[in-house]
């Protein structure tokens, strides 16, 4: 087993025990905003794009985001590599 499958069966296992220690007030409040976040994102106008110009807009975001990666560094610590956001998000100077 892989540390990153090892690494999400936890995260889950985590949250599902936090959830368990809740208590029902906590839990219908939580419903409660989660609908309203989903009421106010309904009404946001959202643009109708054709699929071609979404790919477009796609590829720049990933292109910037990849670019913005590359150059940053955590506590002074130059080899981004050490934290796996390179490999992860293709910026590992391969290509």
């Known amino acids: 087993m892989s540390w990153s499958s090892?690494?999400?069966?936890?995260?889950?296992?985590?949250q599902f025990l936090?959830?368990?220690?809740?208590?029902d007030r906590v839990k219908a409040i939580e419903i409660v905003v989660l609908r309203h976040q989903?009421?106010?994102?309904?009404?946001?106008?959202?643009?109708?794009?054709?699929?071609?110009?979404r790919v477009v807009l796609?590829?720049?975001?990933?292109?910037?985001?990849?670019?913005?990666?590359?150059t940053v560094t955590f506590g002074g610590v130059a080899n981004k590599r050490q934290f796996g956001f390179a490999r992860v998000l293709g910026c590992d100077g391969s290509g």
């Open 38 to 53: 989903v009421a106010v994102l309904r009404q946001v106008n959202r643009p109708d794009l054709q699929p071609g110009v």
């Open 58 to 70: 796609v590829s720049i975001a990933g292109s910037a985001l990849r670019e913005d990666l590359a």
């Open 18 to 23: 936090v959830l368990l220690g809740r208590g």
């Open 6 to 14: 090892l690494y999400l069966i936890l995260g889950r296992v985590s």
